[in-house]
């Protein structure tokens, strides 16, 4: 019996190691047109677990549509979309939403007559499957509050979670969409342009924030600022036309020619002349 134990507590240890060397999700092989416009050119991209990955590229390169190709807003003609090694490629935005992949959008979708607090709460509620209302057991209220101020707590938004939120600076709406995100619990996190429209001196603290979540949370990040992508990013994968150009440590697409050419180049003249 015991060695029974042993046999499973092995077996168990295994598929746990097995576990984590799944990628958190992967992206093979996907196409998608719109009419005679390829948005998506046979494109690959794993996020291991914990990834802290920046997707950039020229505008219209389709990094948004790459986001809805994997979220499901989009279907891609071929190939296939996997999270946790499941093949997700049929599966609805609202599926994939319950199974730990989240996204943030480029526009505000927050209830803007609502507290922080409420906004998150609500999107608690949303993921255990209970609409948040005044007539919940007072246990089940208490716990959904606890969990919405811990993630307010991970975004440093505490303070603010009895604001309304159409009264808080566009910067920290934009950390609330993210707190909204966080709600979901997710394995997988898209961020798409989460410090879009907000003054640099807070789209920093937005991306310190962002680095210093859950380290096991798998995050894609849409960003412009260079500076802002190679302090957050430990890997960067260049989108031109719909298609990987390269993938890499942020050291060497600094030091690619090509990146340079098509991406960096305006940047480079600009600095240097
Ligand atoms: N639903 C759509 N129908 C037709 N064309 C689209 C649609 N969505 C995006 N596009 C076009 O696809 C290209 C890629 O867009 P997008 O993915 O938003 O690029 P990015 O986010 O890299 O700026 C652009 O030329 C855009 O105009
Ligand atoms: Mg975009």
Redesign the pocket.
Known sequence: MSQTMTEQAMSSSVATAFASAVPALEVRGVNKS??A?Q?ARDVNLTLERGARRALI????????????LITGV?KPSSGQVLLGGEDITSWSSAKRARRGLARTFQINQLFRGLSVLENVCLAIGERRGESYNLWRPAGSKAAVIDEALDHLNSLRLVDDALRLVRELPYGRQRLVEIAIALAQRPKVLLL??PAAGVPSSESHLILDVVASLDPDIAILI?EHDMDVVFRFAQSITV?VA?AVLTEGSPQEILADERVRAVYLGQEADRSHG
């Open positions: 719109f009419g416009l948005v590229g020229p505008n219209g390169a389709g990094k948004t549509s790459l986001v809805n989009l798409d342009e849409i989108l719909g």
